[in-house]
Nanobody, 130 residues
């Protein structure tokens, strides 16, 4: 059974930084996309960043170089370093695992298909104050 547990959310001033972490256990497949998503009230869930079994990285267009996704294989964690947070970034942030690669190639305009992701964490809230 795959389990995911996010941590690291909180409130930060506009322009500040946060580091999210997701502990992932129980996944044994050789093909995967491990990813961060976010969902703001009244909006659709959108992909923030993903890393797959090939090491390919993908980011949503709104990231604009501000966030970095990484995977620590010794700790079994998926991290998201978020810098230069903007008033548009507040949302519930979720980590998820899909059993397919994130995309055909690395890109900065990632729009994942949600049904490809089978396992989700409970989410961690990110708030940005002016």
């Amino acid at each position: 059974q795959v389990q995911l547990m996010e941590s690291g959310g909180g409130t930060v001033q506009s322009g500040g930084s946060l580091r999210l972490s997701c502990a992932i256990t129980g996944y044994t497949g050789s093909t995967f996309c491990m990813a961060w998503f976010r969902q703001a009230p009244g909006k659709e869930r959108e992909g923030v960043a993903g890393i797959d079994n090939r090491g390919y990285l993908t980011y949503g267009a709104f990231v604009k170089g501000r966030f970095t996704i990484s995977k620590d294989n010794t700790k079994n964690t998926l991290d998201l370093q978020m810098n230069s947070l903007e008033p548009e970034d507040p949302a519930m942030y979720y980590c998820a695992v899909g059993r397919v690669v994130c995309a055909a190639r690395e890109n900065w305009y990632w729009r994942p298909v949600l049904r490809h992701f089978n396992d989700w964490g409970q989410g961690t809230q990110v708030t940005v104050s002016a």
